[in-house]
């Protein structure tokens, strides 16, 4: 299962920016080797492999970056998305446009966020399948384990 982790990509927070997808990835690193039945799960991560980000660029030019992110959206099966801001001001477009592409692409979408208005906005309330509060509540609820299970009809 491919999973793709959307949110916002900040040069000031870039720490914070990698932080909550590493907490993700490490909860599912021996998740093969637990004695259930469950096989790989692949994170797609926007950061593997940009060395040099600062906001809104990086060493990979900008239609290189979109286009990288496009497909592993169209090839994930399940899409998380982060809409915290980390103290950043920038509106996050990039991230609502994977959103769209993720909802065009008919996959779940599982939402991490504080704000109602992401809860209320007409468009994210039609395309979000579940909220979640914090990264350690989506764990906690194990809506992975719930899709991976549905996904490859694992026990």
């Not at 909860?27 to 469950?38: A, C, L, T």
């Not at 496009?70 to 990039?94: E, T």
Request: charged share 20%.
């Amino acid at each position: 299962m491919k999973i793709y982790l959307a949110g916002i990509i900040s040069e000031k927070e870039i720490d914070l920016c990698r932080a909550w997808r590493s907490q993700i990835i490490d909860h599912y690193s021996n998740w093969k080797n637990s004695g259930k039945n469950y096989g790989d799960v692949c994170f797609l991560n926007p950061l593997n492999g940009e060395d040099n980000i600062s906001g809104l660029t990086s060493n990979i030019p900008p239609s290189a970056i979109f286009i990288k992110d496009y497909n592993a959206i169209r090839i994930s099966n399940l899409f998380i998305v982060n809409m915290d801001n980390f103290g950043s001001d920038r509106v996050n477009v990039g991230t609502i446009l994977e959103i769209a592409f993720a909802y065009e692409a008919k996959l779940p979408i599982l939402m991490i966020t504080t704000d109602d208005m992401h809860k209320q906005h007409p468009f994210l309330s039609t395309m979000v399948n579940c909220y979640f509060t914090s990264v350690e509540e989506l764990l906690e609820k194990k809506i992975i384990n719930t899709f991976y299970k549905a996904f490859n009809s694992s026990y």
